[in-house]
T-cell receptor
């Protein structure tokens, strides 16, 4: 299968700071990447669709000014959590589509103190 | 509104037996379905998928069945192995027969395969 990486895998930050998470497709080009969030013991919830060279499309209830998405190239999308608060602590996962399948990154565990 | 539901939070199976994981959906626009396996603190790993134009897809020990009229799909794993123990998510897409559309996930089923 296709390979998607995320960096960092784990980050701890203070409340009020901003955190950037990178998502890279290593062996394929992804015009579209997706960002998901998973809270403990819950399902993955789509946050936004990241389109290369254009603005991201956010799901209802997701603040676009808080979760900034940049898809500057066909292999890189970034998610920046601005002014993070403890309630933003979660597991963030990105995916890219290759062929008919979405392939997921390993996820980033964000803990906001 | 949970459009994709996995009603069994957990399933326990003996090694060598069949594991059957079920998934129901409500949105008739879904036309592509996928199963993912996930370990804690890791991203989901793709297992198998099926388009709505088919009713069965098989890949090694994994078979997915789709019943469109019942809006139900199932994943069969046979024979089950201890290494199959993980959380299994079904996901659905309305991306025109591919997973290019956004995925809607079920809640997941924890599968435990006992030696």
């Amino acid at each position: 299968g296709a390979v998607v990486s995320q960096h960092p895998s784990r980050v701890i930050c203070k409340s009020g700071t901003s955190v950037k998470i990178e998502c890279r497709s290593l062996d394929f080009q992804a015009t579209t990447m997706f960002w998901y969030r998973q809270f403990p013991k819950q399902s993955l919830m789509l946050m936004a669709t990241s389109n290369e060279g254009s603005k991201a499309t956010y799901e209802q209830g997701v603040e676009k000014d808080k979760f900034l998405i940049n898809h500057a190239s066909l292999t890189l999308s970034t998610l920046t959590v601005t002014s993070a608060h403890p309630e933003d602590s979660s597991f963030y996962i990105c995916s890219g589509t290759r062929g008919d399948t979405q392939y997921f990154g390993p996820g980033t565990r964000l803990t906001v103190l | 509104d949970q459009q994709v539901k996995q009603n069994s939070p957990s399933l326990s199976v003996q090694e060598g037996r069949i594991s059957i994981l079920n998934c129901d959906y409500t949105n008739s626009m879904f036309d592509y379905f996928l199963w993912y396996k996930k370990y804690p603190a890791e991203g989901p790993t793709f297992l198998i998928s099926i388009s709505s134009i088919k009713d069965k897809n098989e890949d090694g020990r994994f078979t997915v069945f789709l019943n469109k009229s019942a809006k139900h799909l199932s994943l069969h794993i046979v024979p089950s192995q201890p290494g199959d123990s993980a959380v299994y998510f079904c996901a659905a897409s309305d991306g025109g027969g591919t997973s290019y559309g956004k995925l809607t996930f079920g809640q997941g089923t924890i599968l435990t395969v006992h030696p």
